[in-house]
């Protein structure tokens, strides 16, 4: 069993930064990937950024030069920083931890507002 948290989320102004944390436990052997997906009200999931074994990382194109995500092998954690966030950054952000094939678990999420 493979259990996925996040934490960090809450209200933050337009222009302001976040930070946002992810620990995935359990039955671990390795983690391929872990990423950051967000869905706003009435929208579908879509991938914010994710970072690979090999530290190769993938921004959306909407957060791409106003975000990073360090992730640490050893402890299965992995950070999601936001700079100059909008109001269209408001949404229910998830951690997904991708284990091999078919085995992708995720966290319940963290919601995030950004009060103009």
């Known amino acids: 069993q493979v259990q996925v948290v996040e934490s960090g989320g809450g209200l933050v102004q337009a222009g302001g930064s976040l930070i946002l944390f992810c620990a995935a436990s359990?039955?671990?052997?390795?983690?391929?990937?872990m990423g950051w997906y967000r869905q706003a009200p009435g929208k579908q999931r879509e991938v914010v950024a994710a970072?690979?074994?090999?530290?190769?990382?993938t921004y959306a194109d909407s957060v791409k030069g106003r975000s990073t995500i360090p992730r640490d092998n050893d402890k299965n954690t992995v950070y999601l920083q936001m700079n100059s966030l909008k109001a269209e950054d408001t949404a229910v952000y998830y951690c997904?931890?991708?284990?091999?094939?078919?085995?992708?678990?995720w966290g319940k999420g963290t919601l995030v507002t950004v009060s103009l």
């Open positions: 997904e931890a991708e284990l091999g094939v078919s085995r992708e678990y």
């Open positions: 359990g039955s671990i052997s390795s983690i391929n990937a």
């Open positions: 970072i690979h074994k090999g530290a190769t990382t």
